[in-house]
């Protein structure tokens, strides 16, 4: 399913189910987002500050289960990412929002509602968040895609090529996110359905031995054998390291090369400025061809 698009005057929510947020960053994304034309809220607890979360769990569930829940929230914006949702996502009830769907905005730690969200059979956007959306330029490719996305208009994407990408098309749902998230739901519920999708990954201040571990894991679960093909974004602030004698991206091309689906690098998506919306949860196009990559939903 694909919530409703936003129309004129529709209410989004701004929740912090995570880690706690600068309070000027909900102020400047108030103004984005009412300049769109939308009504703009937030959750009660969405400026609270709890150690490194933002609010105690009771608070940051109650906040998120009402945004949920109500039927006149159109859009969920979460303020941030960090560390937070792995404590109360099992406490969440999808019920309300399965018959109501809409659409739910963010990344990094925000992968977890991804994936429950996708595991649900519903789409959501993998995009920026607050900090972004008060600092941009509106006229931003990130800002402006967003826009486009919620108001139904999807993009296509071609970016240049890679000399590790490997040639090919694919279809199939987007599902994904960060990485390091993505291995902490390994084995539970909110694990994904890997087979004939396209993966995304994306990670921050990693080392390089790490995402090899990771994408071991991936590898010998089986879960890369499975897929129609991979979509590798930024892996930022991951110091390369000389002693694994191999670059990030030949960690990850080396988990893959025993398949044969196409697989883009280098993707304009993760704790980068330039971060581009991406629809997680929906069928995607892609198409890698030897001096370019076209994404298309």
Request: contains cysteine; glycine residues 10%; hydrophobic residues 40%.
């Amino acid at each position: 399913m694909t919530p409703q698009f936003l129309q004129p005057n529709d209410q989004v929510r701004i929740v912090s189910p995570s880690g706690s947020i600068n309070p000027d960053f909900i102020d400047g994304t108030k103004i984005t987002l009412t300049s769109w034309g939308l009504e703009v809220t937030e959750g009660a607890f969405a400026r609270t500050e709890f150690g490194r979360f933002a609010g105690t769990q009771e608070q940051r569930i109650a906040d998120l289960q009402q945004a949920l829940d109500d039927s006149s929230v159109k859009a969920i914006l979460c303020s941030r990412g960090g560390y937070g949702l792995a404590q109360i996502i099992d406490k969440l009830d999808f019920s309300k929002f399965i018959v109501s769907p809409k659409w739910l905005i963010g990344f990094s730690d925000i992968t977890i509602l991804h994936n429950t969200i996708t595991n649900l059979g519903v789409s959501s956007i993998h995009g920026i968040m607050a900090k972004h959306l008060t600092e941009l330029p509106a006229d931003s490719d990130q800002v402006l895609h967003l826009k486009e996305m919620l108001f139904g208009e999807f993009p296509t994407y071609t970016i240049s090529g890679h000399p590790l990408n490997r040639q090919g098309k694919a279809e199939g749902k987007l599902i994904g996110g960060n990485l390091s998230v993505l291995m902490g739901l390994r084995g539970s519920k909110y694990d994904l359905p890997y087979k004939d999708n396209v993966l995304f990954i994306e990670d921050i201040a990693e080392k390089p031995y790490h995402i090899d571990r990771m994408m071991q894991n991936l590898r010998f679960s089986g879960a890369l054998s499975e897929l129609a093909g991979l979509v590798v974004g930024q892996f930022s602030d991951c110091d390369e390291d000389p002693l694994m004698k191999q670059t990030i991206a030949e960690i990850i091309a080396g988990a893959v090369s025993d398949y044969d689906y196409p697989v883009c690098f280098n993707f304009p998506a993760g704790h980068v400025e330039y971060n581009l919306p991406l629809l997680m949860g929906s069928k995607n196009n892609l198409n890698v061809v030897g001096d370019s990559v076209k994404l298309q939903f």
